[in-house]
């Protein structure tokens, strides 16, 4: 079994900064991409950020110039650091990896956190 484990969730004022980490433990070989995601009330699930093994990395445009994602590769961890953020960032963000976890399977399994709430408020 993989688990993806998500903390730094809490409240932030308009304009603060908050972080946001997942580490991935279990049975891992390794990690491809790895994601973050949103979700606000009654909207759809949104792709924030995202990091491959190899270094691509790619966001949102609600969030470019002010989200920045990282990865340590030898951890399995990933990070979100949110900058300047906005009311209408508010919503409970995931974490989502590709996990390999054996070395001779070509098949990545979709792991995802239980997510951890974010809000933007003042």
């Known amino acids: 079994q993989v688990q993806l484990v998500e903390s730094g969730g809490g409240l932030v004022q308009p304009g603060g900064s908050l972080g946001l980490s997942c580490a991935a433990s279990?049975?891992?070989?390794?990690?491809?991409?790895m994601r973050w995601y949103r979700q606000a009330p009654g909207k759809q699930r949104e792709l924030v950020a995202v990091?491959?093994?190899?270094?691509?990395?790619n966001y949102a445009d609600s969030v470019k110039g002010r989200f920045t994602i990282s990865r340590d590769n030898a951890k399995n961890t990933v990070w979100l650091q949110m900058n300047s953020v906005k009311p209408e960032d508010t919503a409970v963000y995931y974490c989502?990896?590709?996990?390999?976890?054996?070395?001779?399977?070509?098949?990545?399994?979709?792991?995802w956190g239980q997510g951890t709430l974010v809000t933007v408020s003042s």
């Open positions: 989502n990896a590709d996990v390999k976890v054996e070395r001779f399977d070509y098949r990545y399994l979709e792991v």
């Open positions: 279990g049975r891992i070989f390794s990690i491809n991409a």
């Open positions: 990091s491959t093994s190899g270094g691509f990395t």
